[in-house]
T-cell receptor, first 113, second 114 residues
Framework: DQQVKQNSPSLSVQEGRISILNCDYT??????FLWYKKYPAEGPTFLIS?????DKNEDGRFTVFLNKSAKHLSLHIVPSQPGDSAVYFC????????????FGPGTRLSVLP | ETGVTQSPTHLIKTRGQQVTLRCSSQ?????VSWYQQALGQGPQFIFQ???????GRGNFPPRFSGLQFPNYSSELNVNALELDDSALYLC?????????????FGNGTRLTVT
């Protein structure tokens, strides 16, 4: 049973527009959430994180929104750039010890020029 | 600053054999985590090492074992390989063990078990 779900395997967006990547989770004990980006033949790269005491965290073009009651988070990329084309993973953890993050299956984002 | 390096990049083994994968942490990092990523799935936590001790383990059988050395490099050992062990194995290092110390991943070792 997947505790972290990313129901869209792929997403295509025009350059300059907003990309919205969604993530749902089932474990109400999850309190820490991260987004990673992965290019082919490379390891995942950390993008942005949020803890459950917040509902929004922003870093440049990237904003993560958390709706704890709905067990849903989303990553917004504005404006989208061709270099953002990658697989995006949502990850969640119950504790603050940086271990045992549960990853979703990923969403492949394609930003079209 | 040297990133996380893993060796080898690719490996082919036969069912029943044993394998050792290696990881050098990013400089300044003292915590190493190992993840298994099967095709089409997200990485799955195997275990974490902090100061040479196992500091947490995911749902993997005991034939998956690890080591961390005084220089914070690490090994992942898998005994009695099974076909389902075919996956990308990712090593990640961090400073300390906190969600505020995000994982820095290597490029992985692609293991194929035939």
């Amino acid at each position: 049973d997947q505790q972290v779900k990313q129901n869209s395997p792929s997403l295509s967006v025009q350059e300059g527009r907003i990309s919205i990547l969604n993530c749902d989770y089932t474990n109400s004990m999850f309190d820490y959430f991260l987004w990673y980006k992965k290019y082919p033949a490379e390891g995942p790269t950390f993008l942005i994180s949020i803890s459950s005491i917040k509902d929004k965290n922003e870093d440049g073009r990237f904003t993560v929104f958390l709706n704890k009651s709905a067990k849903h988070l989303s990553l917004h990329i504005v404006p989208s750039q061709p270099g953002d084309s990658a697989v995006y993973f949502c990850a969640a953890s119950e504790d603050n010890y940086g271990q045992n993050f549960v990853f979703g299956p990923g969403t492949r984002l394609s930003v079209l020029p | 600053e040297t990133g996380v390096t893993q060796s080898p990049t690719h490996l082919i083994k036969t069912r029943g054999q044993q394998v050792t994968l290696r990881c050098s942490s990013q400089s300044g990092h003292n915590t190493v985590s190992w993840y298994q990523q099967a095709l089409g799935q997200g990485p799955q936590f195997i275990f974490q090492y902090y100061r040479e001790e196992e500091n947490g383990r995911g749902n993997f059988p005991p034939r998956f074992s690890g080591l961390q050395f005084p220089n914070y490099s690490s090994e992942l050992n898998v005994n009695a390989l099974e076909l389902d062990d075919s996956a990308l194995y990712l090593c990640a290092s961090s400073f300390g063990s906190s969600y505020n110390s995000p994982l820095h991943f290597g490029n992985g070792t692609r293991l194929t078990v035939t």
